[in-house]
């Protein structure tokens, strides 16, 4: 497959599990398309990760950062701190990788600041650069042939393909089981200056 | 949950008199394996895929006691704590006594056969803890009292309507059979649970040696919730889930969810190495990982049942089995069900207590065709059965009628004449055979002699 038709390919994908796909071919079509998928969203209700390109394409989102995380001694009943995550409907996080012919999105938690803004709200937004789309997961373990460059994106590597579901109950497809009952993903067409 | 191995003729006598549960069984199953055949359909060098898994597995089996040692030194570099632990008992006692260290009463858990093959819940419930299954299907056989009935959907057994009344009953809401609202329902009463629980607790598909990564896969996200909130996390792994390395990863996750569901991927696939670093905003501040042996080494070590290790969990050998697909996975006594418990639950539990499971199998081989890792799955079963029969011997009649059947065998007149005595024996106990079941007009010989072959 040429590259040209990865794009399509993860496109395709992505509609079959059900997530929403945009293509921005600048700063301001990005904009437009945030506006109108938030627009249900109270703007206290709408966060995004702090990762660098995604503070360059100056959103006007208030970034994620949940109140003073402590390292307690001890470890006090109840993480309470972690609730006004449940007052967030929209999560934006930018994207590492995505793997087209699975439709997966690869999140590092060391580049975006953790695991949380892809998972607890409601809706979850992808900013996904268009130089990051990789056919498939073999070109993607092939980026880290010495096992320390893949420590080092983080704790927690994880791999999206489709918002949260279940089919437990008699096989009924259901989304939103627990995380995201929505995914939209947005390919950014435009240089968005990621370092190395 | 309790262990009724011994009983498995009686449940499996009940359970094919259950035709609501058979029908969503087989339904459930029947769709699982189609699904899956699709999925392989699609995917270019299934076979060949196949093949590296099993040699991927035998491998990392083989030096299994290396990539154990890695595994621990690189976890412990990312500042895992790693437990080894050589029983059930032991790996409870474990984490029972971290959580009552830390004070912790809540703990959250993502699905997981080695917990429930440890009975870790009703260990931490004894201690005083509260413990919350967040998987759906579990969360439903929680409530209900009940064990797993399928490896990758624990409440198949279960109708909507079932779920609905279990859920008002216990959950004190409305009577709803959507399964959207059902979901919903647990959604909500799960979601708060992450957040005050102290512990949350998993299993894990995959440990990769090379990193100290362990690799967990799941659709609804409610594995991600208990490793990320919580403030601590353990992660149960059996000793046989260590593989090399990221490589060798790539190979499994383009099978497992393909055999399990038939998705190309999971909806989540996460690879956790280690408590939340600085700079990142979640996760917990302490992991540890118990490394659970559990039988696993005793089975390692018998050279004809080692490939029951290679296991990858996918239930795929489930869907396929005209055993399974009739008396459900209750029937089965224990944890594992369908051909693959079978196979593991007299290794775990010993013969003795599961020796009609071995004898719970048709022999068609759809298993072994559809396993993604080329369990023989068969062949061990005949193993084990022969080990049975070694150890206790034929059960009488059995052994009457083989012993009969040799005499029949020994010349041409002996064959006839027990021919013609069970046509005039048909005549008598022709009301005792299923209908529809008795002897042609003429045999083979006669067809034979009559020229009309």
Redesign the interface.
């Known amino acids: 497959m040429d590259k040209s038709d990865w794009l399509d390919r993860l496109e395709l994908?992505l509609k079959a599990?059900q997530a929403q796909t945009f293509r921005a071919g600048d700063p301001a079509a990005l904009k437009e398309i945030l506006l109108s998928l938030c627009r249900d969203s109270p703007p206290e209700a709408i966060a995004r990760e702090d990762r660098p390109w995604l503070e360059k394409l100056e959103l006007d989102i208030p970034v994620?950062?949940?109140p003073a995380?402590r390292?307690?001694d001890?470890?006090?009943?109840?993480?309470?701190q972690?609730?006004f995550l449940?007052g967030i409907a929209v999560g934006i996080t930018g994207v590492d990788y995505a793997l087209a012919?699975?439709?997966?999105l690869v999140l590092a938690?060391?580049q975006s600041?953790?695991?949380?803004l892809s998972?607890?709200p409601r809706h979850h937004i992808a900013l996904l650069p268009l130089e990051r789309i990789l056919l498939s997961?073999?070109q993607f373990?092939d980026l880290?042939p010495q096992?320390e460059s893949?420590?080092s994106q983080?704790?927690?590597?994880?791999?999206?393909?489709?918002?949260?579901?279940?089919?437990?109950?008699?096989?009924?497809l259901?989304l939103?089981?627990?995380?995201?009952k929505e995914l939209s993903v947005i390919i950014l067409c435009f240089p968005v200056g990621i370092a190395g | 949950m309790n262990i009724r191995t011994e009983q498995f003729k009686k449940q499996a006598a009940r359970a094919l008199k259950d035709k609501t549960m058979q029908e969503a069984i087989s339904r459930a199953s029947r769709r699982f394996s189609q699904n899956r055949t699709q999925a392989f359909g699609e995917l270019s060098e299934a076979e060949a895929l196949r093949t590296r898994a099993h040699e991927i597995k035998v491998e990392a089996i083989a030096h299994l006691d290396a990539y154990l040692e890695e595994f621990t030194a690189s976890a412990q570099k990312l500042g895992i704590t790693v437990h080894r632990s050589a029983d059930g008992a032991e790996a409870c006692r474990t984490i029972g006594d971290l959580a009552q260290a830390k004070g912790i009463e809540m703990v959250v858990k993502g699905k997981s056969m080695t917990t429930e093959e440890i009975d870790l819940n009703r260990h931490l419930e004894a201690a005083g803890i509260q413990v919350w299954e967040t998987d759906l299907g579990e969360f439903i056989i929680q409530l209900a009292g009940e064990g797993p009935s399928h490896i990758i959907a624990p409440a198949l057994h279960k109708t909507q309507q079932q779920v609905a009344a279990l859920f008002s009953e216990k959950l004190g809401v409305p009577y709803y059979e959507d399964p959207e609202k059902l979901t919903m329902v647990a959604r909500e009463f799960l979601r708060d649970k992450y957040f005050q629980a102290g512990l949350g607790i998993s299993g894990a598909n995959f440990a990769l040696a090379r990193t100290g990564t362990i690799v967990i896969l799941e659709n609804e996200g409610n594995a991600r919730f208990s490793t990320t909130f919580p403030k601590v996390h353990v992660a149960v792994v059996g000793i046989e889930k260590v593989i090399p390395g990221l490589k060798e990863l790539g190979v499994f996750l383009k099978l497992l969810a393909r055999s399990a569901t038939g998705q190309k991927s999971s909806t989540y696939v996460s690879l956790i190495q280690g408590p939340r670093r600085p700079g990142e905003l979640d996760g917990p501040e302490e992991m540890h990982i118990v490394l659970l042996d559990n039988g696993r080494s005793r089975i390692r070590q018998d050279d004809e049942m080692r490939p029951s290790l290679y296991c990858l969990r996918c239930g795929a050998c489930l869907n396929v089995c005209p055993v399974y697909q009739r008396i459900g996975g209750h029937a089965y006594g224990w944890v594992y069900s369908g051909p693959i418990g079978s196979l593991v639950t007299p290794q775990f539990l010993g013969i003795q207590r599961a020796k009609y499971l071995p004898m719970a199998s048709t022999l068609c081989r759809a298993c072994a065709e559809v396993c993604p890792v080329r369990i023989p799955l068969p062949d061990l079963l005949l193993t084990l059965r022969r080990r049975i029969v070694e150890q206790h011997g034929l059960p009488w009649l059995e052994r009457k009628m083989m012993e009969s059947w040799g005499v029949c065998q020994t010349s041409p007149g002996s064959y006839q004449a027990a021919l013609g005595l069970a046509r005039i024996g048909e005549e008598f106990t022709s009301g005792l055979l299923p209908a529809g079941v008795h002897l042609p007009e003429k045999n083979f010989h006669r067809i034979w002699e009559d020229g009309q072959v």
């Open positions: 994908e599990l994620y950062k949940p995380y390292a307690t001890g470890l006090p009943p109840g993480n309470g972690w609730k449940q012919d699975t439709g997966t938690s060391g600041g953790g695991r949380g998972l607890a997961l073999d373990l880290y096992g893949f420590l983080g704790s927690a590597v994880t791999f999206i393909s489709g918002a949260s579901r279940t089919a437990d109950i008699e096989l009924n259901v939103g089981a627990h995380g995201p």
